[in-house]
């Protein structure tokens, strides 16, 4: 009963493709099977059951070997080529050993002779199905593996790239740093660096308190003046801070990117410097307001001086 309750925990997820010409005993042997397996599907040759096997995935088959159109030897050796690591176990009443090399040569490891012993049945269900069960949890376990390094592959060329970054760039997830190069390093004093690394204030909180718009700068509506805004996932990617760094007041177009090699989201904010570019906006700003205010004054001297001429002109 142990061993039972043992292969319904292993064979619960699986699917089984049957093969057997006998109608009675397929009838009689499906209902054992379908209180272990989560799907069973049959067929009564082989001819049927390749046919099954070509639109289906099964991870189990058992079939018999003398059938019409298709016997079981012919049908196993074309499902192995199809997917020679699905396990088959072949029912016959033929002990004789030419199957049984023929069997062996084709890759089937499971053989019972009939009429069946339901213990048999029982133990050798049991052993495919705990096989089946291992690969699959080994399988699990490289993919597991693989993506593991990849993910530390692609993480430490992220960090290689970013450490040639002319710009500021930070990687955090949620308030912890994981990665800033020099750029970014050299925004802060020593103090404030320091208070970074050992993560004794969250990112955004020490921003917060270096975040400061000039006279200059203070009538735009662009910037925004808390960081955490940079955090808002339903935001924008893109926000204008202006900052108090190491090196005086910075301007930078902060540009926040989801990266994920941990399973875990972090981001990743790239600061591009564009001081100079908005300066040099406010100063066309101003030369086009001063330049229109040069020619409305000139409009006006223009049409002042054309009333006086008609004025001296008319004779009252």
Do not use: W
């Amino acid at each position: 009963m142990e061993q039972f309750h043992s292969l319904v925990d292993y064979a619960k997820n699986l699917s089984l493709l049957y093969v057997e010409d006998d109608v009675v005993l397929q009838q009689e042997t499906q209902v054992i099977l379908e209180r272990i397996f989560n799907r069973v599907d049959t067929a009564l040759d082989g001819q049927e059951a390749l046919e099954r096997f070509e639109n289906h995935y099964y991870d189990l088959v058992i079939t018999d070997l003398e059938m019409p159109r298709l016997n079981g030897l012919e049908m196993s050796k074309a499902i192995k080529k199809i997917n020679k690591e699905v396990p088959i176990v072949v029912v016959s009443a033929y002990s004789d050993t030419t199957y049984l090399v023929d069997a062996i040569e084709i890759g089937i490891n499971y053989y019972i002779l009939k009429p069946m012993d339901l213990t048999k049945l029982i133990d050798t269900l049991h052993n495919v199905a705990k096989a089946i069960h291992e690969r699959m949890l080994a399988e699990e376990y490289r993919k597991m593996e693989l993506v593991q390094k990849v993910n530390h592959a692609n993480a430490k060329l992220l960090e290689e790239l970013i450490n040639v970054s002319p710009n500021p760039v930070v990687v955090f997830q949620k308030d912890t740093i994981e990665f800033m190069n020099d750029a970014f390093r050299k925004l802060f004093n020593y103090d404030e660096l320091q208070t970074l690394l050992r993560n004794e204030k969250p990112l955004h909180d020490l921003l917060n308190e270096k975040m400061s718009i000039d006279d200059v700068m203070k009538d735009s509506n662009e910037f925004i003046e808390h960081f955490n805004l940079c955090c808002d996932e339903t935001g924008s990617p893109y926000s204008k801070i202006s900052l108090k760094t190491a090196h005086g007041r910075k301007i930078f177009l902060v540009m926040k990117s989801q990266i994920d090699f941990s399973g875990e989201p972090s981001y990743m904010f790239t600061f591009n410097d564009i001081t100079v570019v908005e300066y040099q906006k406010v100063q066309l700003n101003n030369y086009s307001n001063y330049m229109s205010e040069l020619t409305y004054t000139k409009y006006r001297i223009n049409e002042e001086e054309k009333s006086h001429a008609i004025i001296d002109k008319t004779t009252f």
